[in-house]
């Protein structure tokens, strides 16, 4: 695999995403040069439960996402989701080591360090832990402490922990394969990376990403990283209303969803729906309106509404999202979705598209694809410090988790005096 190749494996319910990017040396951009989703076989709710059928399907991926990308992938970012997912916000503090000079890197390092040092039960690993505000002697909001003098630093993190047996799974999956773990990326983080923006994130936003079997949830409060969780429902729920509401198979529910979705738009809104192109299997070729949107899919998504703002109100961050909902996944795009997310929750509410990338961007533009993307966008920022000289590799990967503004740039700055 070149250099500057990125690749994200992302392992949902529904699907498996493979992806492959490339990235430029002159403008740091993004472009995706291979992409493959396959059915997804052995996984529920974001759990692995057949070993067997998740590597089958993951190999089949990748292999198809390698031929697009006249590349071998040697190594992936890996999302992981699901109700084992949980967060806290963790607290550090360490004296400055020169309380004459200024704080360093180091400092940085040791402080971080110092917030990871939580009770754990053994069954759980953290995976994540991203600085949310520094304090030097006192005063908060510092984004990045390098360079001030204080004697005190302090910080203040968000950690996200998973549960070890589901994250060993996926470890042996990738072991079978010959796939290096790049890291595993909450899904919910993959996703925000993909389709939230700058100004969002500083007001205050809720990214909700709505997948098969599960709703990652991330909270965004003063630009920092808040809250994560996950919640064990999905837009497979709705298929499955569909199927028991009509009498018709799993198959054809989810094919009269997607059609929906498709072709109803709120303009033309006809009593009966035509079915006849679908060729179902149970030779419905009409239904209500009122009947599937009203009396179906309407009282599911009130529900997953009424879990999303119950998971709002649980985080102690409702009054500081005014920027609202962001929804991705692929049940994003499930007809009602917008008009009942914003009654049920009461904030403003938006569809997010993974588009902060080019290339293959036909395939990807899809909210279903968020994960998919935000892993390589999760990758392009956490890779460019392991792309140094070979000595300064095992220093990237300690500050691997330090991610507020600024501190990666220093970082490498700092080492190119000594490479130049
Ligand atoms: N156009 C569409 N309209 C409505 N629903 C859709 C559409 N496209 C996809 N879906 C639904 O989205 C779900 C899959 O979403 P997604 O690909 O984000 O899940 P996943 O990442 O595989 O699963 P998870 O994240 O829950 O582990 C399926 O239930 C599918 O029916
Ligand atoms: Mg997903």
């Known amino acids: ?49 057949d070993i067997k059928e998740v590597s089958a399907v993951v190999e089949e991926s990748i292999e198809k996402a390698e031929r697009m990308a006249g590349h071998k992938i040697n ?56 600085p949310r505000d520094y304090i030097v002697d006192g005063q908060p909001g510092i984004k990045s402490p390098v360079g001030m003098s204080g004697v005190r630093l302090e910080v203040e993190t968000h950690v996200i922990t998973a549960s070890s ?60 990283l808040s809250y994560s969780s996950s919640i064990p429902i999905g837009a497979r729920h709705i298929t499955n209303d569909i199927a028991v509401g009509l009498r018709v198979s799993l198959d054809s529910a989810e094919k009269i969803k997607l059609f929906l979705s498709k072709n109803l738009s709120s303009k033309k809104k006809n009593p009966q729906i035509n079915l006849h192109e679908l060729q179902l299997e149970e030779n419905i070729n009409e239904v209500s309106l009122k009947t599937l949107v009203d009396g179906i ?16 109100e649980k985080s102690g961050f409702g009054q500081q999202v005014p920027s609202g909902l962001v929804i991705s996944g692929g049940g994003a795009l499930t007809v009602g979705m917008l008009e009942t997310g914003k009654r049920v929750v009461g904030l ?6 993974p588009d902060k990338v080019t290339g293959l961007v036909d395939e990807t533009a899809d909210p279903q694809y968020a994960s998919t993307i935000g892993l390589l966008l999760y990758g392009l920022d956490h890779d460019s410090i392991d792309s140094g000289s070979g000595g300064f590799k095992n220093f990237g990967k300690v500050l691997k988790d330090i991610k507020l503004g600024g501190i990666l740039n220093k970082i490498k700055d700092f080492f190119k005096q000594f490479i130049n």
């Open 1 to 49: 695999m070149a250099d500057n190749l990125i690749c994200g494996l992302d392992i949902g319910s529904s699907k498996i995403a493979t992806v492959v990017g490339v990235r430029s040396e002159e403008t740091g951009e993004l472009k995706v040069i291979g992409f493959n989703t396959t059915v997804a076989r052995g996984i529920r709710r974001g759990l692995i439960v």
């Open 75 to 130: 190594g992936a970012y890996v999302s992981v989701g699901g109700p084992h997912i949980s967060s806290l916000n963790s607290h550090g503090i360490v004296a400055v080591s020169n309380p004459q000079g200024e704080v360093t890197e180091e400092d940085v390092e040791r402080v971080i360090e110092a917030a990871r040092a939580i009770s754990l039960s053994s069954t759980r690993k953290i995976i994540e832990v991203i």
């Open 165 to 224: 047996i589901n994250l060993k799974n996926i470890e042996r999956v990738l072991d079978d394969l010959g796939i290096e773990n790049k890291g595993f990326v909450f899904s919910g983080l993959a996703s925000a990376e993909a389709v939230l923006t700058g100004t969002e994130k500083e007001l205050g936003v809720v990214l909700v990403d709505i997948g098969g079997g599960k709703i990652d949830l991330t909270i965004y409060v003063e630009g920092a």
């Open 297 to 312: 899919i309407a009282p599911r998504l009130e529900e997953i509404f009424k879990f999303v703002f119950e998971e709002i």
């Open 348 to 353: 403003p509410i938006r569809i997010g598209i």
